[in-house]
């Protein structure tokens, strides 16, 4: 079968990296109905940044550095779409290697990078512990409230969505 007869399958399943709110079951469950399979998994060359004014994280390569966290494993592509959506224009969906944490396997797997390299908002670290118990309840609030714009038939695209948030005050 040639790779585009493949990726044009409905049974073409992906492995997403995730190092951020979609590490939480909870955030899966809301996005995706279900939670999938997962295992621990380390990035290594890139850095899980803070974000001023936000409360999901960023990474970025950067030499020498890694990101420990999880591969969400057979995910669809309705699934993959959804995922895209909710990552928007604010980062870019790319192939990494990872090395899963119970198997030393090496994997290789799409995951999501912020897309601007010099973003002057990026510092330190973030912390997924700190972010379940400050931010997690409010955060699956504000996904469910994006799942049911996505779901309404004449939904504008997010980037329509956020750019009009934004204008408001204009």
């Known amino acids: 079968m040639s790779s585009v007869a493949m990726a044009n399958s409905p049974s073409a399943v992906h492995n997403v ?5 979609l590490m ?10 279900r939670v999938p399979q997962s295992s621990t998994a380390t990035l290594n060359g890139y850095h899980r940044y ?4 936000r409360v999901y994280p960023a990474i970025l ?6 990101v420990t966290g999880k591969v969400l494993l057979g995910i669809t592509d309705p699934e993959l779409h959804i995922l895209d959506e909710f990552e928007d224009v604010e980062y870019q ?19 999501y ?18 972010w379940k118990q400050r931010h997690m309840e409010d955060f699956i609030k504000m996904t469910s409230g994006f799942m049911e714009e996505l779901e309404q038939p004449e939904s504008k695209p997010r980037v329509a969505t956020y750019e009009s948030f934004y204008q408001q005050d204009g």
């Open 17 to 21: 990296f995730v190092y951020g709110s």
């Open 24 to 33: 939480a079951e909870d955030v899966c469950r809301v996005l995706l109905n």
């Open 50 to 53: 803070s974000i001023k004014g």
């Open 61 to 66: 390569p950067v030499e020498n550095k890694k």
């Open 93 to 111: 969906r790319g192939t990494v290697e990872v090395s899963l944490m119970d198997s030393s396997e090496n994997l290789r797997v799409h995951t």
């Open 113 to 130: 990078v912020w897309s601007d390299k010099n973003d002057p908002n990026l510092y330190g670290e973030w912390d997924f512990e700190v």
